[in-house]
């Protein structure tokens, strides 16, 4: 599977921008999608992810309320909503696909339930957006 993310940009703090990723060479049916980002200088985090089925979804705290992960099975492609945008969510947003899951701690922002999240095997090349104050 090969997954192309689009639609990152410059936006104003307040602002909203929605990115989406978008899979080639097989069906995202079977696998849980994810969306990370990676600011300058630091490392990569979580920042979403959704089920196979979107019935469980799960969001980093700082994102929580103002993020919306989605996915369109038809379309093969998930997206993620971004509104109030700080210059704090200034980073590449990568996309992500996998079908298993491992260990995490418990009550982490990413466990989807038990304990566990979602492990990623495909990613994007990412998409780059800036949050201007």
């Known amino acids: 599977v090969q997954l192309q993310a689009s639609g990152g940009g410059l936006v104003q703090a307040g602002g909203s921008l929605s990115v989406s990723c978008a899979a080639s060479?097989?069906?995202?049916?079977?696998?849980?999608l994810g969306w990370f980002r990676q600011a300058p200088g630091k490392e990569r985090e979580f920042v979403a992810a959704?089920?196979?089925?979107?019935?469980?979804?799960r969001y980093a705290s700082s994102v929580k309320g103002r993020f919306t992960i989605s996915r369109d099975n038809a379309k093969n492609t998930v997206y993620l909503q971004m509104n109030s945008l700080k210059p704090e969510d200034t980073a590449v947003y990568y996309c992500?696909?996998?079908?298993?899951?491992?260990?995490?701690?418990?009550?982490?922002?990413?466990?989807?339930?038990?304990?566990?999240?979602?492990?990623?095997?495909?990613w994007g090349q990412g998409t780059l957006v800036t949050v201007s104050s």
């Open positions: 959704i089920s196979w089925s979107g019935a469980i979804t």
């Open positions: 992500a696909a996998g079908d298993r899951v491992v260990q995490t701690s418990l009550g982490s922002d990413d466990d989807v339930g038990n304990g566990f999240k979602y492990e990623y095997d495909y």
């Open positions: 060479g097989g069906s995202l049916r079977r696998y849980a």
